[in-house]
């Protein structure tokens, strides 16, 4: 991301009388292009008397030059911190939107997990429930098996009862038939 840039100036803005004696101030403004905001430094062009005169515009540059330098330094240093801010915030805000995503995404699977048990058991209760409906229908058809068994082995044996009864009679018949046909006829 590129780094703004922050522009400064120095200008003399004004007289003041501290202590009695006149001053001429130097501010150094720092403004960034971006914003509203401008911050200004006064500094003192002419200190009291009692200091050497020569040396006091070196020092004065010095110092306005080293103050910018520390302004320039701290300016980017809030930049590069605001910068990190936003990048932070970014992230945060990205994974919030993320994870609310996945919350409705784990909430959708539950439902369907749940959907899917309750079929589950359905299915199962069904199975049982046709089970139970087989085996008692197995049962049936076995009863009615033994049932026709048994009522087909009674009525063989009623007719092997028939078949001999009618056997003997038959016998009989004849035994009694051969007896009518040897006895003479009487004639009255």
Known sequence: MAR?????????????????RPW??????AHHPHTTSVSCLALPLHPPAHSSSSGLPAQLSAKAAE????????SETVLDLQQQLSAACEARETAEAANASL??????????LAQAQDRL????ELAITTEEQFRRELAAKDKLATLYKKAG?????????????????????????????????LLV
Not at 4 to 20: D, P
């Open 67 to 74: 103050l910018a330098s520390t302004r320039r330094e701290k």
């Open 121 to 124: 058991r359905a299915a199962k």
């Open 103 to 112: 919350k409705t995404r784990l909430d959708e699977a539950l439902t369907r």
């Open 24 to 29: 001429l101030l130097s501010a150094v403004c």
């Open 153 to 185: 082995e009674a009525t063989k044996s009623k007719s092997d009862e028939l078949a001999s009864a009618f056997s003997e009679l038959q016998k009989l018949y004849n035994e009694t038939a051969a007896t009518v046909s040897t006895m003479p006829l």
């Open 4 to 20: 703004a840039s922050l522009e400064y100036a120095t200008e003399q803005v004004g007289v003041s009388t501290t202590g009695g």
